[in-house]
């Protein structure tokens, strides 16, 4: 299939709707305007959580239709790329202690930190786990179905967890307020 859309051409949208492409005289291309091709990427049926910033929806989506694909190893690798970047920006700046370069540069040991220290709810930290399996695997090209599953998992429940649910909250603040105000 095909995604396209009309131009206006010669005839005119209004003619080539009463009369169909078929019908008119010569090349459709000239009427066309070709959009993309509707592939088994369109497929995707995971969905990056609501309120979630544009630039980890992108990586979330990305790792997504990479699942959908059976390209376990993309996908897990953008899923590890979304929860870094999730991480990085949870990280308090200047010195802090026990937070030193390497805890702010490598994956597990930022989780762990950032599970210690409270920055991360505790009750995510056993489902983290696949990030530490997982992590090296998807270097050496190695993550099974399974493991670009559990990184998805995490994934999906961490940006719930630092995005959507914080943002669904102030919205029924919102709401309440509104109702008591009037407004």
């Avoid at 967890?161 to 919205?171: A, D, G, H, S, V």
């Amino acid at each position: 299939s095909t995604i396209f859309t009309l131009s206006q051409a010669e005839y005119g949208y209004d003619y080539i709707q009463k009369t169909g492409l078929v019908n008119v005289p010569g090349s459709v291309n000239r009427f066309v305007d070709i959009k993309g091709f509707v592939s088994l990427k369109d497929s995707v049926k995971v969905q990056p959580p609501a309120h979630v910033p544009d630039n980890i929806s992108a990586l979330f989506h990305e790792g997504a239709t990479c699942l959908s694909l059976d390209c376990n190893t993309a996908a897990g690798t953008m899923f590890l790329l979304c929860i870094d970047k999730v991480t990085e920006g949870l990280l308090p700046e200047g010195d802090v202690s026990g937070l030193d370069d390497k805890t702010r540069r490598e994956l597990d040991l930022r989780l762990s930190w950032l599970f210690d220290n409270r920055y991360l709810p505790v009750a995510l930290r056993d489902l983290s786990a696949c990030v530490k399996e997982d992590y090296d695997n998807a270097h050496v090209g190695l993550l099974s179905s399974a493991d670009a599953e559990d990184l998805l998992d995490f994934t999906r429940v961490l940006l719930e967890r630092i995005y959507t649910e914080p943002e669904k909250l102030k919205i029924a603040l919102e709401h309440r307020e509104s109702r008591r105000t009037g407004n």
